[in-house]
């Protein structure tokens, strides 16, 4: 018998956020926010300033984290946020800092 969270639809998508969001608490408050949605992932900050993220979940559940992470933890600025669906088999077990 299959597991049924296999048996859901379940999209990845590679998050690129800008702006004001490193040294005010963006990636632990999006870890929070992604353990609450229970969405499954990674984000880290890149040397260019960006926060970069892979939110992996049902429809809903992505569109939800995409949601907050356009406003982000109060502090944060975002100016922009770039999305790009990812194709993969990989199945991540939980959602956390990299």
Known sequence: MQDPKTDLHIETV???????????????????RAHMLGVTGWVQNLLDGTVEALVQGTPDQVDHMLEWLRRGPPGASVQEITTRREYTDKRYIRFEQV
Not at 14 to 32: C, E, I, K, M, N
Request: charged fraction near 10%; proline fraction near 0%; aromatic fraction near 6%.
């Open 14 to 32: 590679l998050v690129s956020v800008s702006g004001t969001v490193q040294g005010v608490g963006y990636r632990h408050a999006t870890v929070r």
